[in-house]
């Protein structure tokens, strides 16, 4: 992220601060000799971009461990705003009171550059999938709602902030040098070989984080409490991919955001992968079924999750829902081409009849939905 912060605010955020908290202006005089309150012995200037501890102090105290063993972990090499890196110094780079490194500023940059990523991302493969591929007979379905692209919509265009803002902690530790993001491709690193094995691990270790995350969201006391709000959507359209409750949608982003932590990941591989997961998570709603491989977790499977809801899991592969004994084959008739209304009608009342069954074993008798 800090590649991404770095282009905004050469070319935006820097006169934007310039313009709104300038050096010397009425909110600078206001803060200017303010101290925030020691924490454990920790003293901070509200413009200095580096924490100091006194360990005379915290020696003794449990939290003065943490952020001892916090500050190890940290690459000083990688914290953001101390100079610039990939692009010159622009002429309002020193004009706010608010530095780059500034935590308070780089905490509303992400957000705000999440948000607007998030929300571009989502609006427009959603709007691409369904005006080139998604398949509009499904506006017959008659678990299809009343309204539903709408209320899609509203629900993941108010999560979407929320979500953001649950991932932005997550973003400032990356750009202050926390993960093992790295951006040199050399021999110290593995280079290019590793770059192209990081592909794999990813999807494979968030393909079985997001399976067990999601397993957990089918619990009935959280699927009621978190889940309940994406299954609203029985039958999909692309604008479903991202309508969840704020932090169901967190909780299986999770994976994505902890990997880097975890394991070294080019920086802009990672960019790749995290508009890749958007671009797969709108695809596996779009009705668009390409494919019944056995493997990939794809369109299909995805459908009959939201169909029968208490199989396939998993987001990119079948592996985990096999282990698991989750997996269920996509139905062939899923696959049938320009089928008349006949069949339709006759493919969809067995669907509803057996995702009734299901559907009242896990929420019970009553269904607030409103179907066409």
């Not at 989502?122 to 080139?132: D, E, H, I, K, M």
């Not at 987001?315 to 004994?325: A, E, K, Y």
């Not at 696959?335 to 074993?361: C, P, Y």
Request: net charge neutral; proline share 5%; hydrophobic share 45%.
């Amino acid at each position: 992220m800090d590649i991404v912060l770095e282009v905004v605010d050469y070319y935006a955020f820097d006169r934007v601060y310039a313009s709104l908290l300038p050096k010397g202006g009425l909110v600078d005089n206001i803060v200017s000799g303010f101290k925030l309150p020691a924490l454990a012995g920790a003293a901070k200037d509200v413009n200095d971009a580096n924490w100091s501890f006194n360990s005379s102090i915290t020696t003794q105290s449990p939290l003065s461990a943490l952020v001892g063993l916090i500050s190890n972990y940290q690459n000083k090499n990688e914290i953001y705003g101390l100079a610039p890196k990939y692009l010159p110094a622009g002429d309002f780079i020193d004009a706010s009171f608010l530095a780059r490194s500034n935590l308070i500023r780089e905490l509303i940059s992400l957000f705000v550059v999440t948000a607007v990523f998030g929300w571009a991302l989502y609006f427009g493969v959603a709007s691409f999938a369904y005006c080139t591929v998604f398949d509009k007979k499904i506006f017959n379905h008659p678990r299809y709602l009343k309204n539903q692209i709408w209320l899609e919509i509203e629900r993941a265009a108010t999560a979407i902030p929320v979500m953001v803002l649950l991932t932005t902690p997550f973003f400032l530790g990356e750009i202050n040098g926390y993960s093992f993001l790295y951006m040199n491709i050399d021999e110290s690193t593995g280079g290019w070989k590793a770059v192209w094995l990081q592909i794999p691990s990813f999807i494979l270790f968030t393909d079985c984080g997001i399976y067990f995350i999601h397993r957990w969201l089918h619990w009935p006391a959280v699927y009621k409490a978190l889940h309940k709000p994406h299954h609203k959507w029985i039958v999909c359209t692309p604008f479903a991919s991202h309508a969840f409750h704020p932090v169901d949608g967190f909780a299986q982003s999770l994976p994505y955001h902890v990997f880097p932590f975890l394991f070294p990941l080019h920086k802009v591989l990672y960019l790749g992968l995290f508009v890749f997961v958007n671009f797969w998570t709108v695809m596996i709603h779009d009705g668009q079924y390409l494919s019944n491989d056995p493997f990939v977790n794809g369109t299909a499977c995805h459908t009959v999750h939201h169909l029968y809801f208490n199989y396939n899991y998993g987001q990119f592969t079948t592996l985990w829902d096999r282990i698991g004994r989750s997996y269920r084959r996509p139905d062939d008739s899923l696959f049938i081409k320009d089928s008349d209304v006949k069949l339709n009608n006759k493919i969809w009342k067995e669907q509803t009849t057996q995702m009734e069954k299901i559907r009242g074993e896990l929420e019970g008798k009553d269904d607030d939905r409103v179907y066409i």
